[in-house]
């Protein structure tokens, strides 16, 4: 079968033996926004000489993608999942095409949150770590939170750690006394961000220090960037890590390095696992739906 | 004498009597940004024909000002502040130019933080409220709460409130399912966004909220902005607000009036007070320092 991740800004593609084994793994450049409208153009290109069944997850499942797809409420387990995906036969010639729907909570009371193309990924960690009670972290622009139960996905949280990084630092005074482009992470300015998050005041308050820790030439232009990441992170990891002992971080490895230094330095234990979760989800749905 | 309140984008000035009262108000178009380096110039044009001891404070004494000023550590009282004053003869042919200096906390030690223009506003407060306890909210870019103990500023936090608002608007994802420049407050959405900010999830898990509702079309393009501002003003006011049974309010009337809603929605009384506190203070450091 042929499993394709396509978010944003990113395309995937995998050729899947009959056991799940990636034979072939191709990527694309063009994620959702690059490709403006043509995508069955992009997916034959990518997907050339592959035969088999055809499942997507993602963002091209968003009102900004393909065809967009409903969200599946949570809970959600891999059997639900499979069984919402809908498949078009009149996207691209001669192939049937699987679109996974995305997971909200919420929303008919509260605040509703949503996620698009995570659902697949964890989908692969369930079949990962089988039963229990986890918590995984999906780092990214908008991290995700997911609390997994005996199979199940009972609830999420998204926090915009990474948009708010990237806007502060392009957009606002604290990016003046930043350098552009730090070359590596900063590890002592960063423990420094993670511990100020434990301290009153609030986020909006921390941030600020960020400006005065540079007026006073107490952290350098090159660190500031560290400690505001830091800053973000441990804000989000005290809200949302909960009181387990292990998290399960699924996402690119830098990201991951990060979130797992934080973790680490709070006393936390982390597992992480490869990016290509999308894949063996894809998989775990398609033989679920008797596709593969 | 005359006082000038000289900010980052507003300058305005003051001729007062003997006793302090106002006897005229000019208002310049330049703040320091916009005077590039012409400070002298525009001095001399707002105060023609105004005579007297002439004291400033404000952004004009920060780095980007006129003469960068140092910062008078905190606890400080009126009368630390009227002598940690500079003058200056060579700024303005036959004047004496006296500078307010800023205020800061946490300089050796913690992370610092300062203030520059809100410790004359807040020396007129003192003027105003005598002796006792008291908490007192700036808004502004950058709001100022600031605890005023037996006629001393013993401490203060700055919180990033309005700017966060500006930057999230105009460069994140946020800013995409928001009306432009909606007419007037939402108060309901504004206060759903105060009421979010007590739940669990932490701000940035708050703020996704501001486009989730969007999507399930829960609140409008138009509603969106309030609800994100009483979000943001939320989060300020639970961290910084504590038990004080009333807050004091320095600032424009749109802002303070916001804070006064939000802080009234968590049963807060509010006394407001006008801007020109500048004015007032000013006049209690000329005549503390003997010059008025």
Request: glycine share 14%; proline share 4%.
């Amino acid at each position: 079968m042929i499993a394709i991740d396509w978010g944003t800004s990113s395309l995937r593609g995998y050729l899947l033996a009959a056991d799940g084994q990636v034979l072939e793994q191709r990527r694309g450049s063009d994620g959702i926004l690059a490709c403006q409208g043509r995508f069955g153009e992009v997916l034959s290109t990518l997907i050339e000489g592959w035969d088999g069944p055809l499942l997507l997850s993602g963002m091209i499942g968003s009102r900004n993608g393909w065809v967009e797809q409903a969200y599946l409420p949570c809970p959600a387990d891999t059997a639900a999942l499979a069984q919402a995906m809908r498949s078009y036969d009149d996207l691209l010639p001669g192939r049937t095409l699987w679109f996974v729907p995305g997971v909200s909570t919420g929303q008919q009371h509260g605040v509703p949150d949503v996620m698009r193309g995570e659902e697949t990924q964890l989908v692969g960690l369930l079949a990962a770590l089988g039963d229990g009670t986890h918590v995984a972290c999906l780092p990214g622009t908008h991290s995700k939170w997911a609390q997994l139960d005996h199979g199940q996905l009972t609830g999420f949280a998204t926090v915009m750690t990474g948009e708010l990084y990237a806007v502060l630092r392009q957009h606002s005074i604290l990016g003046k006394l930043m350098q552009d482009d730090p070359a590596d992470l900063d590890t002592d300015a960063f423990a420094q961000g993670v511990d100020r998050s434990a301290e009153p005041g609030g986020l909006s308050h921390h941030l600020f220090g960020a400006r005065t820790l540079g007026l006073f030439d107490r952290l350098t232009a090159a660190a500031l960037p560290s400690y505001l990441s830091g800053l973000l992170i441990g804000h989000e990891l005290r809200e949302h890590r909960g009181d387990h002992a292990t998290v399960h971080l699924v996402g690119s490895p830098g990201l991951a390095q990060r979130y797992a230094l934080a973790l680490a330095h709070l006393g936390v234990q982390t597992q992480r696992h490869p990016e290509d979760l999308a894949a063996t989800g894809l998989f775990a749905l398609a033989r679920q739906r008797g596709l593969a």
